[in-house]
């Protein structure tokens, strides 16, 4: 088991591409823990910015009576990748992991596997 300290470090350190990572509160906005980022990229403000994503994908998918969990959410940008990844473990309900990778270093697919294999260790 890992701690959000560490989940943090591993992501970065494992998974091709990673140039920063979070765990946010999706029901405060509030990252609980961050690292990465850069003086253009405050990761803070990505966070907060990120619950408002995670918030209206919930709420469409209660409007359509969608009965699913959401296991990632990806967004491509011209040179980014984001990737969203809420928690399912125990105690981790309202919480996500929140990944930016480079576009042109990043694999997606082992990006997810990675950052599965991060949070099923992480323990809240």
């Known amino acids: 088991m890992s701690n959000t300290e ?15 990572a979070a765990l946010v509160d999706y029901t405060s906005g509030m990252a609980l823990g961050t690292l990465g980022g850069s003086a253009n990229f405050d990761l803070n403000v990505a966070a907060a910015g ?17 009965q699913d969990e959401i296991e990632d959410i990806l967004i491509t940008l011209g040179t980014q990748y984001h990737l ?13 992991l929140y990944l930016v990778l480079d576009s042109g270093r990043a694999n997606l697919a082992m990006a997810r ?11 809240i």
């Open 6 to 20: 560490t989940a943090l470090k591993d992501a970065l350190s494992t998974i091709e591409g990673a140039t920063g």
């Open 50 to 66: 990120n619950t408002d994503v995670v918030r209206a994908k919930l709420r469409t998918m209660e409007h359509l009576g969608i």
């Open 84 to 96: 969203i990844r809420l928690l399912k473990s125990r105690g981790g309900n309202g919480l996500f």
């Open 113 to 123: 596997h990675q950052l599965r294999k991060i949070e099923a260790e992480l323990e």
